[in-house]
């Protein structure tokens, strides 16, 4: 959610109403909503606050998603479902901390993940181009299924597998290869850094629907159809 503050319950400390802030939280269709300090961060100035609501989860998650894999300079990284929001999330991260990333995608999406920052693009439902990539410091996914079951094989031994939807199938068969499965957790300091980079136009966060709170339930049935852009629901 995003918003602006109206009222501060006893005891908090840092924010002020009238502060724009955004944050990972619950029950947050409605125009007014009650949020814990905890989970709330303030909004950069200069970044627009509808635009806001649509970075905490997935920037955090792939900020996260990537520093599982533990990636170092130089090394080499695949990010599958890199045009996603979670994706493009940890492509910007691998790159801030020096790596040589590689999007994975489908072939449709290979136009378009040329646009997200990775050094390079390779087709995940292209048996030939998984067949020829380099050994693999890392992968960092956000797909799952039979994709993440072909790449943890391309994985060095010592080397990452770190998912944000489980770890593969057949991971016990790669013991070699630590899978790592990620669940993210709210963070001020990452969110409100992956925010400047969204506000300094280094990161890109797609929004592809504006819906009022009242079509809550066409943003799901949208939501359920896939999609590269966030869908947000304004009151």
Not at 88 to 100: C, I, L, M, P, Y
Not at 161 to 166: L, T
């Amino acid at each position: 959610m995003a918003g602006t503050v109206v009222k501060l319950g006893p005891r908090v400390e840092g924010f002020r109403v009238g502060d724009h802030v955004f944050a990972m939280a619950d029950n947050t269709y409605a125009e007014l909503c009650v949020v814990k300090v905890a989970v709330l961060a303030k909004v950069p100035k200069g970044l627009d606050l509808i635009q806001a609501a649509a970075l905490p989860l997935v920037t955090t998650t792939g900020n996260q998603l990537l520093s599982a894999t533990g990636i170092k300079p130089g090394q080499t990284v695949v990010v599958l479902g890199a045009v996603g929001n979670v994706g493009r999330s940890a492509v910007f991260t691998a790159k801030e901390r020096g790596a040589n990333v590689i999007a994975g995608v489908l072939k449709r999406q290979m136009d378009v993940a040329k646009t997200v920052g990775a050094d390079q693009v390779i087709a995940t439902d292209d048996d030939t181009a998984i067949a020829n990539l380099p050994p693999l410091d890392a992968v960092a996914d956000a797909v799952g299924g039979k994709t993440a079951e072909k790449l943890i094989g391309r994985v060095k031994p010592g080397g990452v597998f770190a998912s944000v939807v489980g770890t593969p199938q057949n991971a016990a068969n790669y013991s070699s290869v630590k899978a790592v499965f990620v669940f993210s957790t709210f963070d001020r300091k990452t969110l409100e850094f992956m925010a400047e980079a969204v506000r300094e136009g280094r990161l890109v966060i797609p929004i592809s629907l504006k819906l009022p709170l009242s079509k809550a339930a066409d943003a799901h049935a949208a939501a359920e159809k896939g999609g590269i852009g966030k869908i947000l629901l304004v009151p």
